[in-house]
């Protein structure tokens, strides 16, 4: 694996890359890397790309400081797994590589209402900080296909909106599955923050998710709802929102409406640890 710091040098090289007739795959990252994040660079060596990671903790994105205080960082580790994934490339810049002109002077989109719902509407900004940094790493590595994680299901329709704003026609969005834990909790860099208690407490994420599934036939929406925040109080999870919506727009549903694809998404914090997820409904 080769590991870039500086967005010459990476640039050139893939540009030879390409000149020899390869197809550049590319997975951005924030690292404290896990199965999830690798089993997006094996689908991009599957597919036959030449594999791009990127590691860069984007302080834009963070509307709450402490949680960007505390995302973990463990370079060496990323370092290990990425090399034993087969993992080609990898570009670990600097804040002032990617900012080098300030934040500020790079593009922020507009996303619209996709902005400010859910996560949007909990993490106000948090969507044009992953645009600006998505936005400008896509100028740097010109993937022919982008693989991104269904686990944060709101963040891939804002960079596929952000593909079509841009113009970037030549870029495909792949959305890989989610990658779970035994007990169905989503594997995500912020779980290792867990105390042990709180890990063990953390899969009921995933359960009231699969009970909104099963109980889409027999019960209203609103009546799950309400089982799945009674639940996590219950238990000391605080629930920030359990919503229905459409899957392609995430216009919230108050009610299952079969004749549409609907994802359920579900936002909590366990201890200061905040965690989220969805499912497909099948
Ligand atoms: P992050 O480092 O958390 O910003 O995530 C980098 C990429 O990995 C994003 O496209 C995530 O959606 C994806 N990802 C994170 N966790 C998982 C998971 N459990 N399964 C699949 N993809 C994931």
Not at 173 to 193: F, I, K, Q, W
Not at 208 to 218: D, E, N, Y
């Amino acid at each position: 694996m080769v590991i870039f710091k500086k967005e010459k040098d990476i640039r050139e090289y893939i540009e030879l890359e390409r000149k020899k007739g390869r197809t550049i795959g590319f997975v951005p990252t924030m690292g404290a890397l896990h199965n999830g994040h690798i089993s997006l660079v094996a689908l991009c060596r599957e597919r036959g790309d030449m594999s791009v990671c990127s590691v860069f903790v984007n302080p834009t994105q963070f509307n709450d400081k402490s949680d960007l205080v505390n995302y973990p960082r463990t370079e060496a580790a990323d370092i290990e797994l990425l090399t034993d994934a087969g993992c080609d490339v990898l570009f670990m810049p600097d804040a002032d590589e990617v900012y080098p002109n300030g934040a500020d002077a790079v593009r922020a989109y507009d996303f619209g209402k996709l902005e400010t719902l859910l996560e949007g509407a909990k993490r106000p900004g948090h969507f044009r900080g992953v645009g600006q940094v998505v936005g400008r790493l896509l100028d740097i590595v010109e993937p022919n296909r982008l693989y991104m994680g269904r686990k944060d299901y709101q963040q891939c329709l804002i960079v596929k909106d952000l593909l079509r704003q841009s113009g970037r026609t030549n870029t495909e969005m792949v959305m890989c599955p989610t990658v779970r834990e035994a007990d169905g909790l989503a594997m995500s860099s912020r779980n290792r923050r867990l105390t042990e208690p709180q890990r063990a407490l953390a899969a009921l994420l995933y359960q009231c998710l699969v009970s909104i599934q099963a109980k889409q036939a027999s019960t209203p929406f609103a009546v799950v709802q309400k089982e799945c925040n009674d639940l996590m109080v219950a238990k000391g999870i605080e629930p920030d929102y359990v919503e229905l919506a459409v899957a392609d727009t995430l216009d919230p549903l108050t009610e299952y409406d079969a004749s549409v694809p609907m994802v359920a998404l579900i936002a909590a914090r366990v201890g200061a640890v905040r965690l989220i997820d969805n499912l497909l409904l099948q």
